[in-house]
């Protein structure tokens, strides 16, 4: 709200009191020549906002209102513009006719005539409120205004004053005069609402008001309202947002001000903007200008702080974009694509630093695959550089070409291929994207600015997307669950072929599944140990085969592949982890995995499905070369010459 204080403006009916002295003046007592020369002229500045009026007299015991309060920085010049002889005249017993004030005065200011009838230079009055004039001739003096104090709305009028002048009952002169002028004064207000990009209140941020000089050539910093003693005198002002984001300042005297702000408080990652200065102008009606358009109670203005953010996900294997924080499976030597979401501030240009640093762990992203888009489109070159970093990238934005996308949102999209040595189990495989940037903007020409130029901080955030993959673990037994465990059984994995893979040729003869192409996984064939385990590991969910190769002496090798399913489920937990800083400053460093669950495996910890294949042995057959090999010829042999002697005997008896 403005608070507006209207005073009467003019002197207190000083003329009235002159005319009145034309009756008395020649019952005063001669005039003592020897003070010409000696005689004062005191002039009381006040600012009230009453109605009430007392009538001057010239004395210093003239009263005021009790409310009145002297008023600081007027400053009155005064002109000698009637001698001593016109004024005897005046006070004869055959007086003279007071003169008009506009004799001497036009349109405020005294007339070129009588410009050289100046008496020393312009006071000003200090926080008493006085401006004395000292060693004055006797004669007739106009006063004028010629400065008046930013919270004054208008000038007191020129007036006329005679020095010496005689009391109200004319028995004595007054050699040292005072009037007792009046201004009226307004005073203006603003409103100032803080809040983040994503519409947040913030509180606790810290702003300086400052003034322009009347002069235009600087700014003075205010942390007071105006009173009656002038500009930041007053109270305190309260230049710290509230919970709602809120400051309110009231008391302000007519010019130019200029809000900058100074500190975000403890409001993670903002950019404190301290190079933007928020003008405003209060009127001499109290009124206030802000951006154009003026407003006749407190003007509020909005500022909006930036605050970017990266976003990290990874596509799953059916093609399904996860949301931050959820995972995705996949195989060791797959291509997992990525997409990195970035929020571009809206005051990106004014920035020294922003850029992402993508870092893959156990996973290496592939540079030629890189694509870097606003709205669908592709971003200009001339807006980035990415260069190359161990098996991850870095790329720096330049904030001079980021105009076109300044406030808006940047893609990242690429593809990395899961290595070998990959981890399998809950910890999973991160890839980690690190936006840095300046977190204060800072003037690079505004000496008055509080703020001062120099390197600006940085801020970083962070934000991971992570892959998991698991292990088929093969426990072979003989005979049963139980069983003796069977070393040195050759395996080999297959799985479905992805698009644009070849099969196997010989899919049928291993007996897997018709109506699909598959390959194999490993790349030499996985043999049992003592403990009659092998596994492989790198494997997403999905469907697999096991076909044995080779078993033990004695056992029957499998007719057919062993199914085997990996359908582990996953969980994952997030939270935003903060640092705080040396000032106080708290600032989100990263939206982090805090937790990740496992279900669906037989140890939910590894993210390992154990499969027990069991053989059987086989019947035992008489071995190549023995005894039993010999019976046998023999008998055969036996059976097949009776067997001819029996077919000739018989066509003997059919030729009888």
């Given at each position: ?198 519409g947040t209140k913030l509180a606790g941020v810290t702003f300086a008001l400052q003034k322009q000089k009347e002069d235009a050539s600087g700014w003075v910093t205010i942390t007071k309202a105006s009173g009656a003693a002038g500009d930041d005198t007053g109270a305190d002002l309260n230049l710290v947002t509230n919970a709602e984001g809120i400051i309110k300042v009231e008391g302000l005297s007519q010019g130019t001000y200029r809000f900058i702000e100074t500190s975000v408080g ?348 069991i053989n059987k042995q086989g019947f035992e057959l008489p071995t190549t070369g023995g005894m039993g090999t010999f019976l046998f010829t023999f008998v055969g042999i036996a059976m097949m010459a009776a067997a001819v002697i029996l077919f000739f005997t018989s066509k003997k008896k059919e030729?009888?």
């Amino acid at each position: 709200m403005k608070k507006l204080k209207k005073f009467l403006a003019g002197v207190l009916t000083l003329a009235m009191a002159m005319s009145m002295m034309t009756i008395t003046a020649f019952a005063a007592p001669t005039i003592e020549d020897s003070k010409d020369g000696k005689a004062s002229l005191t002039v009381h500045k006040y600012e009230y906002n009453g109605a009430e009026v007392n009538d001057g007299t010239g004395s210093a015991n003239d009263t005021v209102p009790t409310d009145a309060k002297p008023l600081a920085g007027a400053g009155f010049t005064i002109y000698k513009v009637v001698d001593k002889a016109v004024m005897d005249a005046y006070y004869s017993s055959n007086p003279t006719s007071l003169p008009d004030i506009s004799t001497y005065v036009e349109n405020g200011a005294i007339k070129a005539a009588y410009a050289g009838n100046q008496v020393g230079s312009e006071i000003v009055t200090g926080a008493d409120g006085l401006a004395e004039f000292t060693n004055l001739q006797f004669g007739f003096y106009v006063v004028i205004e010629t400065t008046k104090p930013a919270a004054v709305t208008e000038a007191v009028a020129p007036f006329l004053v005679s020095v010496p002048m005689t009391t109200v009952d004319g028995s004595e002169w007054l050699y040292d005069v005072h009037v007792f002028p009046k201004n009226g004064t307004t005073y203006g207000g603003v409103t100032l609402e803080k809040s983040g990009n994503d519409g947040t209140k913030l509180a606790g941020v810290t702003f300086a008001l400052q003034k322009q000089k009347e002069d235009a050539s600087g700014w003075v910093t205010i942390t007071k309202a105006s009173g009656a003693a002038g500009d930041d005198t007053g109270a305190d002002l309260n230049l710290v947002t509230n919970a709602e984001g809120i400051i309110k300042v009231e008391g302000l005297s007519q010019g130019t001000y200029r809000f900058i702000e100074t500190s975000v408080g403890s409001n993670n990652n903002y950019i404190m903007d301290g190079k933007t200065a928020y003008e405003f102008t209060v009127t001499d009606k109290g009124t206030v200008i802000y951006n154009g358009a003026e407003a006749s109670d407190s003007v509020k203005i909005d500022i909006k702080n930036e605050k970017p953010d990266v976003d990290k996900q990874v596509t799953d294997k059916d093609g399904n974009l996860k949301d931050p924080g959820e995972g995705a499976d996949y195989s060791v030597g797959d291509k997992i694509p990525y997409t990195v979401t970035i929020k571009v501030p809206a005051n990106i240009v004014d920035l020294k630093v922003f850029k992402i640093t993508d870092t893959p762990n156990n996973l290496k992203d592939d540079m030629g695959t890189i694509k870097v888009q606003c709205d669908g489109t592709d971003v200009a070159a001339a807006a980035y550089t990415k260069t190359e970093a161990g098996n991850g990238f870095v790329m720096e934005f330049v904030p001079a070409q980021m105009a076109a996308y300044a406030g808006k949102t940047i893609v990242v999209t690429y593809e990395a291929t899961l290595l070998e040595g990959a981890v399998t189990g809950s910890t999973g495989n991160g890839n980690k994207a690190t936006l840095e940037y300046s977190n204060n903007i800072l003037p690079e020409d505004d000496s008055d600015n509080p703020n001062k130029d120099e390197e600006p901080k940085v801020d970083k955030v962070e934000d991971s997307a992570t892959v998991f993959t698991f292990k088929v673990q093969i426990l072979k037994k003989a005979d049963s669950e139980n069983g003796t465990p069977l070393k040195d059984v050759e395996f080999d994995l297959y799985r479905e072929a992805k698009a644009g893979e070849t099969g196997v040729t010989n899919a049928g003869e291993l007996g897997l599944p018709s109506g699909k192409d598959w390959v194999k996984v490993n790349t030499t064939p996985l043999v049992t140990d003592a403990n009659g385990e092998v596994g492989q590991s790198g494997l997403s969910n999905g469907t697999y085969y096991l076909v044995e190769l080779k078993t033990n002496e004695g056992y029957n090798l499998l007719k057919a592949p062993v199914k085997v399913e990996l359908k582990v489920q996953y969980t994952i937990t997030t939270k935003d982890e903060y640092t705080t800083t040396a000032d106080g400053q708290t600032t989100l460093t990263k939206h982090e995995v805090e937790r990740v669950e496992f279900t669906g495996a037989t140890d939910n910890a590894q993210g390992i499905v154990v499969s027990t294949v069991i053989n059987k042995q086989g019947f035992e057959l008489p071995t190549t070369g023995g005894m039993g090999t010999f019976l046998f010829t023999f008998v055969g042999i036996a059976m097949m010459a009776a067997a001819v002697i029996l077919f000739f005997t018989s066509k003997k008896k059919e030729a009888k």
